[in-house]
């Protein structure tokens, strides 16, 4: 039984939208394989060469055990010193990147003429070298935790401020409309509409920044400021790998406790 | 190119490379921290070196000598360019042997201008402000002094071994604060941050074009002793005969014309000569000396 | 009124306290960090170098940009693009077991993804200069073994964003699928892939930028590419080598961004 | 006085949302607009307040064009305007009790609203409206938490704590049980004749919509088919709506 | 067969979503669930095919337990369970087809799923339920572009897409315009009865529930306070559901 509605399904059936666009998918995925293709070429990519040279990677692993526990006296005070940096540099870094990560989504202003600068400033400060940033930091501050705090809030700055701004480009666009509707300004339009839609991940940006802070110490050494950085180079100049293995397991335990606090807070939050 | 090349790494990573032919010869260098240019440049030196040995070589530039030692160690890099200290480790773990040293033009005392006299040392300086009151090591006593990490000669063991002949410990008779770069130690002195830097000789050109009168603001109370300069090591399982070609290259190299410009443009080499592990124990001395746990 | 409103949130005694208790740590936590920042003062040279820092960025050293010899901004830039590449492409196909095995609401077993997050966290500990060492070690200096560090090393970030992107979905459409019998693989790729994929490549397209600006660990290893030459620059405070080289990274950091918005407006 | 003149809307993909519309609707009119699914009444409604910008014609708010409207202007015409949404369109995270506050951001300082310094005569009015939809004891509930029908009081407390002018309703009681739907109705027909408040709310029930309506205008495909009283809109007239006669059962609404 | 054995289910937060609920449903049954806003319809519902872990009895399909049903056992009898969700539940992003086709996942290996390889005639099945809703036409529009009624619908065609034994529907009409809802309705009705599926549909029109149901149950904070044929549910039965007498006027649903 040939139905009227068999024939109408088989027409939408076939008129199935979109080969032009499959194809342009197609010709992507192409595209990009073709290019991984071309790096892998050129700097030399062989799987093979990885598995013959991989138990030489056991050497080294050897080396760092047993850690040093002996160690862990000796880093305690620049690992506190790096936290408290990391905690104020984050903690400025972070609350700048707020109006700047707003002015650059397109879901709350519209206007190319606002998104795009906003956008512009954001990749030429994450272009920024931390070398540079030190470097300036010095020259204006001096030595000492002030520009570790600075360097590292410009370099908190960059990161959160990205991450944030795509975080808010992919919230409900329910609750907006609810607040363009009761006739909200854009500022109590964020607060109660955005805002609370993007806690959550803004806390973990937050809090993963921290993190990256901490381990990103080897600014710190730039700067005169300390911290385990300094410590991670020594242990590696004079090749004492135990060393080195206790400064990543102590970081590890920060970072982990880090990671407790964070889900917890996240856990509360979402 | 890495497509040819992976069979014979492997056999270098299997240690049987020694044996037979070796195709490709792999060059690291860091370049010297003592210089107040740097380039990062591999191909000069590759082109040069390819035509004297007459086989593939490959230069890599790292900004860390700790990866090279490594790399060496385990038969991945069969030259290396070494500064002193790394070099005593690496021969202490068996990793490599010193063939050549490089030599430079000597630093002019007075005003940190290059010397006629070809050298394969340099030296390290105490430099304070001029105006600081502070002419003398002894003075140092109590004062905040700007050093590298403990694991550089200029930077640290040197200065530290003056130190210590006038009874300071250099750790904690003074306050040491640790920088990384000579610049920003001396700019740490400019600004008032440190009573006392120690780099190497003359950091203050590195500055110079920052803050221009840095010759005139700042002077300098103590040289220390000659530190070796920076070396060419060979990994322990490379062959005699390729030893002494790879020796004979490089001094040709420092003696050809067109050889010397490139390693004086790129390297602030001027030429090499031949070295010997012995050359190191001063080094090892000094490292003994300041030796803190 | 029947009812008596409420105007305050009927908290217990124990979530009042548990409440203001994280308040007191957190400021605790602060004043501690604030203790020991000293105070800020600006320093005379600071003028003078920075103007002389800017003065040199501003005129960049545009005789880099090409060189016949080889080792110029354009073919260090294009190796950087191509070790980038590689890099993100082994981070982005590795994380996503990782990732999913560490999101709480996709894998109901505390130990399975509590155990997922700690690989995570420790690859993100695991410093770039050790990675960079082992691989050196295993295939020697070059391109090949920043590929790798960089590949390894990026897992641990891109694992742990994605991992709380996951756990930030949608449930509703995944019941859906999960009403009509689908496992949870079929449940995945028909009603959470779709609603993270235009954040897992952001993530990707952002870790590919960050690793076109990870210059360190590319020049540790020597690995080629632009990040020697700009530490190198760097500490020989050579300003207008960096000038150039910062403008070529802005550059090519800038149309990644712009083909990655390209594509996230396509899926979103 | 709402104003219609001459407003299309056409989607970005393409489809006509509405079609060349002609409306007036005078203050304290209780409109009940019906039409098949997709005929467009989510559309018009949504134009009404410039939720979504309309392709062509404008629209008036009290002889005010809301379409050249902008900035502070706007805000204000809007705050006169409660919305009471289809999806609900609640902050999913946040407590039932901020989402009902929402609705009186409009009344208050921007550097308040910043810091959700809501005053304490808000709050009561929050909780009245709550207690209104019988969902006061979740208040402190987070509004995920909430059942369908519960989620839809939720929106409907934030439009009454607006205390608008003109409240726009679209399907207000899709997803309530019939005691809460007609304590809604109920409360809307209230509000609507005592405070004189003009009411316009999408509705699929006929027989709702006879009973409360003062008006009826009928939507297909975009276009108004039918614009009359109560008494005018006759099965007749649902037929031409809906595009083909309505039998008997399917009259859905409050018994006749 | 659906049993209920002493099911239980307690919230997170605490509520009381089903109190102690014993039940048994034959097959071929047309049961509506009626009940205050937030009397647990959904949550008795969603406990059937186990979208919620209950927190105490035990739930049995066709004597086989779904409680303690794990993995590939869970997913077929799953399978065998079609679900209408109050919220739609679609994958905004995908288009209207692939979410109708995603009901069909079960029926084939999770490989050819990766690929997205659905044989002709699921989407043929998909298109067919697809034109049974009304909305053939939008089969390759993105689910959120669709207005509330046609998103309802969509979800409905996936439904009726899975060919299952047994539908579950969570207010499948609230949103649909009278006609569609017939049609909706008259469709369960005829799957129903032609199949022999036993379907379970949450409604808030009392007397759509008389005109469709075989069986009616009513719930109350968790409870079953009704439960008998249709002939049975009175007017004072409702009452007694709903915790008041429920006026004439109330008793929204097809004309009587
Ligand atoms: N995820 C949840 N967390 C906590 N409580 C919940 C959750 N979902 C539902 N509840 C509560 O459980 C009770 C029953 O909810 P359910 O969704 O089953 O109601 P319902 O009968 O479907 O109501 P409606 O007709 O409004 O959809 C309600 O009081 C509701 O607030
Ligand atoms: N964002 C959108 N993009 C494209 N088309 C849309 C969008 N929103 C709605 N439409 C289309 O516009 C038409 C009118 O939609 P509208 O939401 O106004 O219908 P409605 O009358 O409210 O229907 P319902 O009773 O189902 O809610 C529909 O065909 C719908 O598919
Ligand atoms: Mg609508
Ligand atoms: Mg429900």
Redesign the pocket.
């Known amino acids: 039984m040939k139905t009227e509605q068999e024939i109408k399904t088989n027409t939408i059936l076939h008129s199935a939208p979109l080969p032009s666009k499959k194809l342009k998918y197609l010709f992507t995925f192409l595209l990009v394989l073709l290019l991984i293709f071309l790096s892998g070429q050129k700097i030399g990519f062989s799987f093979y060469e990885l598995l013959i040279g991989l138990p030489n990677m056991g050497d080294l692993l050897v080396q760092m055990f047993p850690p040093n526990w002996a160690y862990f006296v000796r880093i305690t005070e620049p690992i506190l010193d790096t936290i408290r940096i990391a905690i104020l540099g984050t903690t400025f870094g972070a609350i700048l990147s707020i109006p700047l990560a707003l002015l650059a989504a397109k879901n709350i202003f519209q206007s190319n003429w606002i998104t795009y600068p906003a956008r512009f400033i954001l990749n030429l400060i994450r272009t920024i070298p931390d070398l540079l940033l030190a470097s300036i930091f010095v020259a204006i501050f001096g030595i000492g935790a002030v520009p570790g705090i600075l360097a590292l809030a410009g370099f908190s700055f960059g990161i959160i401020a990205k991450l944030f701004y795509e975080a808010i480009e992919s919230i409900d666009r329910g609750p907006l409309e609810a607040m363009t509707a009761v006739g909200a300004n854009k500022i109590k339009w964020i607060a109660l509409g955005v805002i609370p839609q993007v806690i959550p991940q803004f806390t973990s940006f937050f809090l993963y920044m921290f993190e990256v802070n901490i381990r990103a110490a080897s600014v710190l050494g730039l700067v005169g400021a300390g911290g385990i950085g300094l410590y991670y180079e020594q242990t590696l100049g004079f090749f004492e790998y135990d060393k080195t293995a206790s400064i990543i397991i102590y970081t590890l335990a920060v970072v982990l406790i880090i990671d407790i606090i964070s889900n917890k807070l996240r856990e509360k939050i979402l | 190119g890495c497509g040819s090349g992976s069979d014979d790494k492997a056999e270098k990573a299997s240690g049987t490379a020694s044996k037979e032919e070796k195709k490709e010869l792999t060059v690291q260098f860091v370049p010297s921290q003592n210089a107040d240019t740097l380039e990062a440049k591999a191909k000069p030196l590759e082109e040069l070196l390819g035509k004297e040995l007459d086989m593939d070589v490959k230069v890599s530039v790292s900004t860390d000598y700790n990866t090279i030692v490594e790399a060496m160690a385990s038969k991945q890099v069969d030259v290396g360019f070494l500064p002193p200290t790394a070099y005593v480790l690496a021969k202490e773990k068996g990793a490599a042997e010193v063939i050549l040293q490089a030599q430079r033009y000597g630093v002019n005392d007075e005003d940190g201008s290059p010397t006629e006299e070809l050298v394969d040392f340099y030296k390290s300086q105490f430099i304070v402000k001029k105006d600081s009151g502070i002419e003398k090591v002894e003075d140092l006593k109590g004062k905040k002094i700007g050093y590298q990490n403990v694991t550089s000669s200029a930077g640290y063991v040197w200065p530290a071994a003056s130190l210590i002949d006038v009874n300071i410990d250099p750790l904690k008779d003074v306050t040491p604060v640790t920088f990384k770069g000579h610049d920003q130690a001396i700019i740490a002195l400019l600004n008032g941050d440190i009573d006392a830097a120690v780099t190497f000789q003359d950091a203050r050109n590195v500055v110079k074009g920052d803050y221009p009168t840095v010759f005139e603001d700042t002077k300098i109370i103590k040289f220390t002793e000659p530190i070796p300069n920076d070396t060419i090591t060979v990994q322990t399982d490379l062959d005699a005969d390729l030893k002494n070609k790879i020796q004979e290259a490089f001094i040709n190299i420092g003696k050809d014309e067109e050889g010397r410009k490139i390693i004086q443009e790129i390297y602030t080499h001027e030429g090499y000569t031949k070295s010997d592990d012995k050359n190191f124990d001063i080094v090892r001395e000094y490292n003994e000396k300041v030796k803190t746990e | 009124m029947k009812k008596e409103l409420l105007l305050q949130p009927p908290r217990s005694r124990k979530k009042q306290f548990k409440v203001w208790l994280t308040i007191i740590i957190i400021a605790l936590i602060y004043i501690w960090a604030f203790a020991g920042m000293p105070a800020i003062e600006l320093k005379e040279t600071s003028t003078q170098i920075v103007s002389s820092i800017f003065t040199g960025l501003i005129s960049p050293d545009w005789g880099y940009v090409y060189d016949p010899g080889g080792e110029d901004l354009l073919r260090g830039l294009i190796e950087t693009l191509a070790i980038a590449l590689l890099g993100t492409v082994i981070a982005g196909i590795f994380c996503i077991p990782l990732s999913f095995l560490a999101a709480r609401n996709i894998v109901n077993n505390g130990g399975i993804s509590g155990g997922a997050k700690v690989v995570l966290s420790f690859i993100r500990v695991f410093p770039d200069i050790i990675l960079a060492l082992l691989f050196i070690k295993a295939v020697g200096p070059g391109s090949f073994p920043g590929v790798l560090a960089l590949g390894i090393g990026s897992i641990g970030m891109l694992g742990k964003l994605f991992s709380e992107d996951i756990e930030n979905v949608e449930l509703g459409s995944s019941e859906a699928l999960m009403a009509t019998g689908a496992n949870p693989i079929k449940t995945i790729w028909f009603a959470i892939i779709p609603q993270i994929l235009p954040s897992y490549l952001s993530f990707i397209l952002y870790r590919f930028e960050i690793n076109v600006r990870a210059a360190t660990i590319l020049g540790v290893i020597g690995a080629g590419g632009i990040g020697t030459p700009l530490i190198f620059a760097l500490t020989s405070r050579d300003w207008d080598r960096v000038g150039v080289i910062l403008l070529g990274i802005i550059i090519m950091v800038s149309a990644i961004d712009l083909i990655s918005g390209k594509i996230r407006s396509r899926l979103t | 006085m709402i104003e219609f003149r001459n407003v299309s809307k056409v989607y970005p993909n393409g489809t006509k949302g509405l079609n060349n519309i002609n409306l007036t609707i005078n203050k304290g009119e209780f409109v009940v607009i019906v039409g098949l699914s997709g005929a467009g009444k989510s559309t018009l409604l949504r134009s009404i307040n410039k939720l979504h910008d309309i392709s062509s014609g404008e629209i008036l708010i009290e002889d005010k064009s809301i379409t050249s409207a902008k900035g502070s202007e706007l805000y204000k015409i809007r705050r006169d305007i409660g919305m009471i949404f289809q999806n609900f369109n609640l902050v999913k995270r946040s407590s039932v009790l901020r989402n009902v506050l929402s609705g009186r951001v409009g009344y208050h300082s921007t550097f308040k609203m910043l810091l959700g310094l809501f005053p304490q005569e808000d709050k009561e009015l929050a909780l009245k409206a709550l207690d209104r939809v019988n969902i006061l004891e979740?208040a402190y509930?987070r509004a995920?938490?909430?059942?369908?029908?519960?989620?839809?009081r939720v929106s409907i407390a934030r439009a009454l704590a607006q205390e608008a002018k003109i409240i726009l309703a679209d399907e207000p009681v899709a997803?309530?049980?019939p005691l809460t739907t007609k304590q809604v109705m109920d409360d809307l027909k209230r509000i609507n004749e005592e405070l004189n408040i003009t009411t316009i709310v999408n509705l699929h029930f006929i027989d709702l919509a006879r009973q409360y309506a003062t008006r009826i205008i009928g939507l297909r495909a975009g276009e108004v088919v039918f614009d009359g009283p109560v008494c005018e809109a006759t099965d007749e007239r649902f037929s031409e709506i809906y595009g083909r006669p309505i039998h008997e059962d399917e009259l859905l609404g409050v018994a006749k």
Do not use: H, V
Not at chain 4, 144 to 152: A, I, N, P, V
């Open positions: 979740k509930s995920d938490e909430l059942s369908g029908g519960q989620q839809q997803s309530l049980d």
